[in-house]
């Protein structure tokens, strides 16, 4: 699996990532620290920056690169609200 490059999507990666560790059938406890291993640029930062609890748990992984790379809900609502018709 490629590295993550901060120019990429972040969720069409996670997916590719998600995908590739099921037919691995890689335990899930283990995706964290696989995953850790891609993370380049910002997201690698997000990483680092995690308690040592958040960072061998996938999901809260995960939580904190969507955020970082504001892909929330409440982040989506606000684009969409803002955003306007081109003419």
Request: aromatic residues 12%.
């Amino acid at each position: 699996m490629p590295f993550f490059d901060d120019k990429e999507d972040l969720e069409s990666f996670l997916c590719q990532f998600e995908r590739l560790a099921t037919l691995q059938g890689w335990r899930e406890d283990s995706w964290a620290i696989r995953l850790a291993t891609l993370l380049r640029g910002r997201a690698r930062e997000v990483y680092v920056g995690l308690s040592e609890e958040q960072a061998i748990d996938y999901k809260e992984v995960k939580k904190a690169l969507l955020t970082r790379f504001q892909l929330t809900g409440e982040a989506y609502r606000k684009k969409f609200r803002s955003s306007r018709r081109d003419s």
